[in-house]
């Protein structure tokens, strides 16, 4: 008799190759990527009880009622999360749906996160619809500044005005080029593949909805509405794409 572990492998990689399968008769494959990915380079998961997020209120210090009211409290938090993606680099994931993309397998890359390792893992033309931790401006004039200026508690050398990190905080629209870019993308695609996140977040939870074609879900737990998805794999994102990666890559060679 199959073991519970032996199983749940088993199972896995029978939706490994029918994820594959999808891939390759895909025509136009989109992913939304979350928290997932990140945490499994070493970043802090903020939504955690363990994380970051739990010695601070998330709805508040990364609000524009933080930036303008406790701007000493939302600096000290965002000089903390500019350390942990200068420190920390993309794992093998990455780079992998960066061989993916490069090969014609993924259409677009979209992404909730803000620590930019989809570029720099090589990944071309991601909408971050969160922004990125990558670039810091004035949140006055908008003229761009240094990570530099930002933890040295620096203003603004235009007009003196408060320097933030170009992510979307509570309080703010997305960025309405690249969601719109997200939306048509998806609307046009055959495939829709979710990995490492919950779907928590409004309105970009909204995004795996919208497509025509087949949805899959990649995460270490179920998210809100999982049972909408076409197919789920439960497991970490870097683990599940080297798997898929290796499926992929040596069928193409054969």
């Not at 990649?218 to 798997?243: C, M, P, Q, W, Y």
Request: proline content about 3%; aromatic content about 8%; glycine content about 6%.
């Amino acid at each position: 008799m199959m073991k519970k572990k032996e199983q749940g492998v088993w199972e896995m990689e029978e939706k490994i190759l029918e994820l594959a399968s999808w891939i390759r008769n895909s025509k136009r494959t989109v992913l939304l990527t979350g928290a997932g990915m990140s945490t499994e380079s070493g970043i802090p998961d903020f939504r955690s009880q363990t994380g970051l997020w739990a010695k601070y209120d998330p709805a508040y210090v990364s609000s524009t009622d933080a930036l303008r009211d406790h701007y000493d409290l939302f600096r000290d938090f965002y000089t903390l999360r500019i350390d942990d993606v200068t420190n920390f680099i993309p794992h093998e994931g990455y780079h992998i749906l960066t061989k993916m993309q490069s090969a014609g397998m993924i259409t677009s890359i979209a992404t909730q996160n803000v620590d930019g390792f989809h570029a720099l893992s090589g990944s071309q033309d991601v909408l971050e619809l969160h922004g990125s931790l990558r670039t810091v401006s004035c949140h006055d004039c908008g003229n761009n500044a240094t990570h530099q200026d930002f933890t040295d508690k620096k203003t603004c050398q235009h007009c003196s005005g408060k320097l933030r990190p170009d992510i979307v905080l509570f309080g703010e629209m997305l960025p309405q080029d690249v969601w719109q870019k997200a939306m048509s993308h998806i609307e046009k695609s055959d495939l829709v593949i979710v990995i490492g996140t919950s779907l928590q977040v409004y309105p970009v939870n909204q995004l795996p909805s919208l497509t025509r074609g087949k949805t899959v879900l990649i995460n270490r737990e179920d998210a809100n509405h999982t049972h909408l998805f076409d197919l789920t794999i439960h497991g970490s994102a870097r683990e599940v794409l080297l798997k898929l990666s290796s499926v992929l890559f040596e069928e193409s060679k054969a």
